[in-house]
């Protein structure tokens, strides 16, 4: 991946203001509401020392912190943004050119000899020059360089640069077609009535589109899925579950990915709408990460980036001796949060 800004400590010290700082800060404001309102009851129930009113509501509340969330998304969707608008249509077209230049071998060309009626007879272009060559020091010091140039590959280097370039290419692509299933199945009239379903339909459309995101990341199903119900994307569940740590979100990676109860039974707060679907965007990126690494050659992941992927040193917030940093700039967090961050949808 692109190594600018995102690879600086202060960013990621930014991003902790950002995402820890700022959230508590609004979780004080949650407390603050909570507390107005009970002290506006309390003054309703006297009835003889006038009224109260919350300047501000629960809504308001909410837009504000939608807002915190929105940075925050643009902070974590530097990490592709840059790489996007900078190194990688750079790259991609580069190595285009140059992996176009290395099929342009000699004994690919063909050029007509003969016809008779509607056949063609038709002779290498390296073959037919070698025919018309007398001299026999020339004819062997042509051959030499043309069979030189047809075996001719790029270096191990370039060949991993161009790989990279063709593989985030592909990734770009997954993001928009991520994007575009959030804004289907998240539409304006389920955000509006998301408070007001039940826990059943929340999870159905939770796991609805878990289930067309990872057609984005692995395809459709075959027969074989189909016939026995297998999730298409090497994620056989989605479970809720209440962590004490108050997290969002986990990546079993052994087939299943688990997020926080309360999105589907108090969608609110900090875990409204927009979050579920970052959570769910950011957990299915992981299991796919490890399908990558653990499948380099059906995913065509150049060596770099799988050794970028190998989760087995992961570092955890939950260990006391892990700083935010060193958990932030791991590269596997870095492109899911990435990766959710510009797949969000746009409304």
């Not at 985030?168 to 408070?195: G, H, L, P, Y």
């Not at 050659?297 to 799988?306: I, N, W």
Request: some cysteine.
């Amino acid at each position: 991946m692109a190594n600018l800004i995102t690879d600086s400590i202060e960013w990621a010290e930014l991003s902790e203001l950002l995402y820890i700082n700022a959230n508590q800060l609004i979780n004080y404001l949650y407390d603050a509401f909570d507390e107005a309102q009970e002290i506006e009851k309390y003054v309703a129930r006297q009835g003889d020392i006038g009224s109260a009113r919350i300047p501000v509501t629960m809504n308001e509340l909410e837009l504000l912190n939608e807002k915190r969330r929105k940075l925050v998304s643009f902070a974590n969707g530097i990490h592709y943004e840059i790489y996007d608008l900078v190194d990688n249509p750079f790259c991609l077209s580069l190595s285009k050119t140059i992996d176009k230049a290395y099929k342009l071998n000699p004994s690919d060309m063909k050029v007509v000899t003969d016809k008779f009626l509607l056949w063609e007879d038709k002779t290498s272009l390296a073959d037919l020059l070698v025919s018309t060559l007398i001299d026999k020091k020339l004819k062997k010091d042509f051959e030499g360089k043309y069979k030189a140039l047809d075996k001719d590959k790029p270096s191990k280097n370039l060949s991993e640069a161009m790989k990279e370039a063709k593989f985030w290419n592909n990734e770009f692509k997954k993001s928009e077609k991520c994007q575009k299933i959030a804004e289907e199945i998240f539409t304006q009239d389920v955000r509006d009535n998301w408070a007001t379903y039940s826990e059943k339909k929340r999870k159905s459309i939770i796991e609805k589109y878990v289930d067309m995101i990872g057609q984005v990341f692995y395809g459709d199903r075959n027969w074989w899925d189909k016939l026995w119900g297998n999730h298409p994307s090497n994620i056989d569940s989605v479970e809720y579950t209440l962590t004490k740590d108050g997290s969002f979100g986990l990546a079993t990676l052994n087939g299943s990915i688990e997020i926080n109860y309360r999105f589907v039974t108090d969608p609110s707060k900090n875990y409204s709408i927009d979050k579920v679907i970052d959570t769910l965007t950011h957990e299915t990126r992981h299991q796919y990460q490890q399908d990558v690494w653990k499948n380099p050659k059906k995913y065509s992941v150049p060596d770099s980036l799988r050794k970028e992927w190998d989760n087995s040193n992961y570092k955890s917030t939950k260990n006391p001796k892990v700083t935010y940093s060193d958990y932030y700039l791991q590269e596997v967090e870095r492109d899911a949060r990435a990766f959710a961050a510009v797949s969000r949808p746009s409304n």
